[in-house]
């Protein structure tokens, strides 16, 4: 690495020691989701296999769930796996499922991490379910940040599950669809979604300059203040997250009013 480079890395680190230190830790977001986007331009760039990409991405998560654990936050929800990914070719699938499987054993032996699993299990490899269960399982027990693992996971396929979990629930009660139809609110459908009983997420950061959600927790961000970066997931620093972090800070939340 050559002076520039290095005098480059002091002074982004000099900048981000200067944002820690304004940051208010009470106007941290308590539940940040975190759509990783750009592994595979990250890795057309670095001249890298799109495998590689997606390696380099898995392993930015913990680090960057150390950053989280340095403030106040409570819950991280990552997408790491969206329904719409299963239509990509199976040689790039395959491999991402195993990367994927990786990280979430990963999570699960760290023991900082409270593991859950956020999507729909039946379109998963049996072996995936299988990993999923067990790092719930065996961190259930940890005091500490919530990470929700989005894998096979669509905004509207959640939506659509709440709904058919709540008829069902209700059928078994002996409940009629007039009486259902009557009391049906946004708090019962609520108590269906895949992070029932979590705080819907403040904050949602997206990598990569996309300025969409893709579906991404449709229902649980309709007052979440969002944060597009510019920087492809595998690259994203400290100094990123902090930005975010202050730049949130700066808002002033409606909540719709």
């Not at 759509?35 to 997606?54: E, P, Y």
Request: proline share 3%; charged share 25%.
């Amino acid at each position: 690495m050559n002076l520039r480079d290095n005098l480059r890395r002091l002074l982004v680190r000099f900048y981000a020691r200067r944002v820690e230190g304004h940051l208010d830790h009470d106007q941290v977001p308590k539940h940040i989701g975190v759509i990783m986007d750009g592994n595979r331009r990250w890795a057309k760039a670095a001249g890298s296999t799109t495998a590689q990409g997606h390696r380099a991405g898995a392993d930015k998560i913990e680090e960057f769930l150390g950053w989280c654990s340095e403030t106040d936050v409570e819950v991280v929800t990552l997408w790491l796996l969206s329904t719409d990914n299963f239509d990509r070719p199976e040689e790039e699938l395959v491999p991402l499922l195993g990367i994927i499987e990786n990280v979430v054993s990963s999570l699960a032996a760290d023991g900082r991490w409270r593991v859950q699993h956020v999507g729909t299990p039946d379109i998963l490899p049996s072996r995936m379910q299988t990993v999923l269960k067990e790092a719930k399982e065996s961190t259930a027990h940890v005091d500490g940040i919530v990470v929700n693992v989005a894998i096979g996971y669509g905004g509207r396929e959640e939506i659509a599950d709440a709904v058919r979990s709540m008829l069902l629930d209700h059928a078994e009660r002996g409940t009629s669809m007039e009486e259902l139809a009557e009391n049906v609110d946004v708090d019962m459908i609520g108590k269906h979604l895949y992070t029932s009983n979590q705080p819907d997420p403040d904050l949602v950061i997206r990598t990569s300059g996309e300025q969409r959600l893709s579906g991404f927790m449709l229902w649980q961000t309709a007052h979440s203040e969002y944060y597009f970066c510019e920087v492809f997931w595998p690259a994203f620093r400290k100094v990123d997250f902090l930005r975010a972090l202050r730049d949130y800070a700066a808002r002033h939340r409606r909540f719709g009013g």
